[in-house]
């Protein structure tokens, strides 16, 4: 069965400091995978997109990695801000004819001053 | 650009009424997307549209939900009987083109059926 699981949870972190998110997944074939971001009463805001065969995309302080051979990916965020509190959803798509996504439940990030 | 736009933000209703959902993609995006939110099941794709036809539906939960695209800049979706278990953010979504395209939410309507 195609699968994302994301951990953890639930993160608290202080302000400033870095943190990592992960994502496994176990949907194959693959075709791509996102990272979105979620504000608390918001539609989710993609962060990245990454195929099969990028390891690393960044976009400003996030930075996300891939490794297909073991179907993990983490979101990295540097130097974190308040504005960062949020969930943030990876997201499976595989191949085939219609766009076949499979979710994660989500990490709920609150960064405290 | 005003982004997609969903309405109503908040929808209260009883239990055995219809309820209708709108939205309106970003202009010139070809993809439209309805998703439900809740926090058991998290984020689910329901159906999707390309051009204003229905491409796959297999994410419709029931007979009761269904979804229609007239025209290019607005669709809708509908709960005809709606049922507490209902209950959930409901985000539409569009993008330019599909595999690997970024897609660009609304902001949701809360649907809370009593």
């Known amino acids: 069965k195609n699968q994302v699981e994301q951990s953890p949870q639930s993160l608290i972190i202080l302000e400033g400091k870095n943190c990592t998110l992960q994502?496994?997944?176990?949907?194959?074939?693959?075709?791509?995978l996102r990272w979105y971001k979620q504000d608390t009463g918001r539609g989710p805001v993609s962060l990245t997109i990454m195929t099969f065969s990028e390891n690393t995309k960044s976009n400003g302080r996030y930075t996300a990695t891939l490794d297909a051979d073991t179907k993990q990916s983490s979101l990295h965020i540097t130097a974190s801000q308040l504005s960062d509190s949020a969930s943030y959803i990876c997201v499976v798509r595989g191949q085939g004819g219609s766009e076949k996504l499979v979710f994660g439940k989500g990490t709920k990030l609150t960064v405290n001053p | 650009d005003a982004g997609v736009i969903q309405s109503p933000r908040h929808e209260v209703t009883e239990m055995g009424q219809e309820v209708t959902l709108r939205c309106k993609p970003i202009s010139g995006h070809d993809y439209l997307f309805w998703y439900r939110q809740t926090m058991m099941r998290g984020l689910e794709l329901l159906i999707y549209f390309n051009n204003n036809v229905p491409i796959d539906d297999s994410g419709m939960p029931e007979d009761r939900f269904s979804a229609k695209m007239p025209n290019a800049s607005f669709s809708t979706l509908k709960i005809q009987p709606s049922e507490p278990r209902d209950s959930a953010v409901y985000f539409c979504?569009?993008?330019?083109?599909?595999?690997?395209?970024?897609?660009?939410f609304g902001p949701g309507t809360r649907l809370t059926v009593t």
């Open positions: 994502c496994n997944y176990t949907v194959s074939p693959f075709s791509n």
């Open positions: 979504a569009s993008s330019l083109g599909l595999a690997g395209a970024r897609q660009y």
